[in-house]
């Protein structure tokens, strides 16, 4: 099918020059990709054919020395199970891997296959607007829609496309913030969909939910479900493999190889190993730092709030990382970056999904002028990369693969927003599945509630203490509870309490729940309603919710 790459005459920098028609399953790029000091001009170097290969290491260490300095290859994902890169690249910088020792073979999908189908199932960015819209007219309490600024188009008057980001909190009192954003890439179709499927989420339960209800109430959510209109709504007619924005002063080599990349165009590091300084490349980190209106959306959003999280959606690699991506010291970081880092992953797999790998960005490739850096760097953000999906799902997997992708990401999501009041909390157990238990119940009656406390992804220590709060998780304590089993002695405890009606009090009610492990470590929350009406208490009979879970 076609690929998308227009034939004909593309205005540049350097001239006016032609380009090839462009070949089945082949690329066309002007100029060498290796050791891009200089950029050449087509006249001077002539047409490039790209392909997709694979890349095959041994280690991380081989990894990084095969995509180090001097090459800025385009990494379209790196799989860690098979230990394989995929990349586009030149048939000439295939060779040169392979002539340092590097196995490197053609993919298959530079053998006639489609390398992206645009499924209308897909949101375009017409009906993420209208949706957001909706949603902020729907639920106008606790939902309101902001536009972060123009696109490079528009602000070229030759569209008419805006970033946009939906809020979500209840009442206008400080709360904890957390940023949500994806399609940094335009190709990477499937993380609208996550960041909308989040936003509906918490719009949609609540009131209904325990969870989703006290998330909203007492967090502040900002979520920017397309970074990078420009490039999506070129994805969605048929530029396949769009990557940067549509700056088409910056990489004149027609679609989709001109324009800057978002993701390497941050102040932070900005033009230092790990992007190009090659405009048609894709890694090109533009003209000077910040330079994009699309860059300069994200970093007035992130200087104006204080976000204690930030996660960037990406496709694909089944991963989660975190700073650095410029440098592969990690000794100067904070270490909670690693400890959430790696839990995240671990409740990937929580659902029954795949469990996602945990790893520091530098670790994989450096990266420089990245929005994880320079967030971490300027304003201490606790900031994660999820490259969802893997090798085998591509950029443009089934519409039917995004539930998946939603029950493996969801619980890592809601999870962030559960211990953004306290990221220490990382540290501790987790807490699922609280209930109440009653029926109709006299003044005097009583209601029995449990929950699960697990400590088994945090090193296994014992659980020592489970407390009980009503509506609002204090500092001082709670309401002790006990394990059902009648001692302490386990890294995974159910633990009871039993209340009057009386001390919950009339209304609908939220409890929360939480464990301490043996090291003095609390950790998540987990919620559920009751409703006690006058003299009764009943189940509000409602879905129960634990510290990102998804059942």
């Not at 790196?78 to 910088?93: E, H, K, P, Q, S």
């Not at 967030?375 to 090798?391: D, H, N, P």
């Amino acid at each position: 099918m076609a690929l998308g790459l227009r034939s004909g005459w593309i205005r540049r920098k350097f001239g006016t020059i032609a380009v090839l028609l462009l070949v089945p399953a082949l690329f066309l790029l002007p100029g060498n990709q290796n050791g891009r000091a200089s950029s050449p001009t087509l006249a001077s170097s002539g047409p490039s054919q790209l392909s997709i290969f694979r890349l095959y290491f041994v280690d991380d260490a081989d990894l990084r020395q095969a995509l180090g300095p001097p090459n800025a290859f385009d990494v379209l994902g790196v799989d860690l199970n098979g230990r394989f890169a995929v990349l586009l690249i030149t048939d000439d910088d295939a060779e040169s891997l392979r002539a340092g020792s590097y196995r490197v073979e053609l993919d298959e999908r530079s053998a006639g296959q489609s390398l992206l189908s645009w499924s209308a199932e897909y949101y375009t960015y017409d009906r993420m607007l209208a949706e957001l819209t909706q949603l902020t007219a729907n639920y106008p309490s606790i939902a309101r829609l902001y536009d972060l600024g123009p696109t490079w188009k528009t602000t070229k008057g030759e569209a008419g496309r805006r970033v946009w980001a939906l809020r979500i909190r209840r009442g206008d009192n400080p709360k904890p913030q957390i940023l949500f954003d994806a399609d940094q890439h335009a190709r990477e179709i499937v993380t609208p969909e996550i960041a909308m499927r989040l936003a509906k989420h918490l719009l949609e339960n609540y009131g209904r939910d325990a969870e989703a209800t006290y998330l909203v109430d007492n967090r502040d959510v900002w979520i920017v479900p397309m970074v990078n209109p420009d490039g999506h709504v070129l994805v969605e007619g048929g530029v396949s493999l769009k990557r940067k924005n549509d700056d088409t002063d910056n990489g004149g080599c027609g679609e989709p190889y001109w324009g800057v990349d978002i993701n390497r165009n941050f102040p932070y590091r900005w033009s230092s190993p790990g992007a190009d300084s090659y405009p048609c490349g894709e890694t090109y980190y533009g003209p000077s730092a910040g330079s994009e209106p699309e860059t300069q959306a994200l970093m007035r959003l992130i200087d104006d709030n204080s976000f204690m999280f930030l996660m960037d959606y990406h496709s694909f690699g089944n991963l989660v990382l975190w700073p650095w991506g410029y440098t592969d010291s990690g000794t100067d970081l904070d270490p909670r970056l690693a400890a959430t880092g790696a839990k995240l992953a671990q409740l990937t797999a929580r659902s029954g999904g795949t469990s996602y790998s945990p790893i520091q960005g530098s670790q994989l490739y450096l990266t420089s002028g990245n929005l994880l850096d320079w967030a971490y760097a300027s304003k201490s953000v606790l900031a994660y990369t999820t490259e969802i999906g893997s090798s085998g799902d591509w950029f443009d997997p089934p519409y039917a693969r995004v539930d998946a992708f939603w029950a493996e990401n969801k619980p890592p999501a809601l999870y962030l927003l559960n211990i953004a009041d306290d990221p220490d909390r990382v540290y501790g157990p987790e807490t699922r599945d609280a209930r109440a238990f009653a029926g109709s119940v006299a003044p005097t009656g009583t209601i029995a509630i449990t929950a699960t406390i697990s400590d088994l992804g945090n090193g296994g220590q014992n659980i020592v203490a489970a407390e009980l709060f009503v509506d609002t998780a204090g500092a001082n304590g709670g309401i002790a509870m006990t394990p059902v089993d009648g001692t302490f002695d386990s890294p995974s405890e159910v633990v009871q309490v039993t209340l009057s009606a009386a001390a919950i009090g009339v209304g609908r009610r939220t409890l929360l729940v939480r464990g301490q492990d043996a090291a003095g470590n609390w950790g998540s929350l987990s919620m559920t309603f009751v409703r006690v009406e006058g003299a009764s208490a009943a189940f509000f009979p409602l879905v129960s919710k634990g510290s990102g879970g998804s059942r």
